[in-house]
């Protein structure tokens, strides 16, 4: 299948499957650029001086607000 048929195809799935892919491949392009690890560290860092504020993560992802209560 050539990428202007997957693009195609993709566009016609529910935002909710298109948000499912979209961290699925975020996930295999962290694996694949050894990110995963430094994720995981950071999430086991038990130091509060090393945490971010959810709000400042939001801000500096990018998030709009929707979905991202939780």
């Known amino acids: 299948m050539d990428m202007a048929t997957l ?15 979209a961290a699925f491949l975020t996930a295999l392009r962290m694996r694949r650029e050894g990110l995963m690890t430094e994720l995981q560290d950071r999430l086991s860092d038990e130091d509060p001086a090393n945490w971010v504020a959810w709000e400042d993560a939001k801000k500096e ?4 607000g929707r979905n991202s209560e939780g």
């Open 61 to 64: 992802l990018g998030l709009n």
């Open 7 to 21: 693009r195609s195809e993709l566009k016609r799935l529910p935002a909710e499957e298109q948000d499912r892919l």
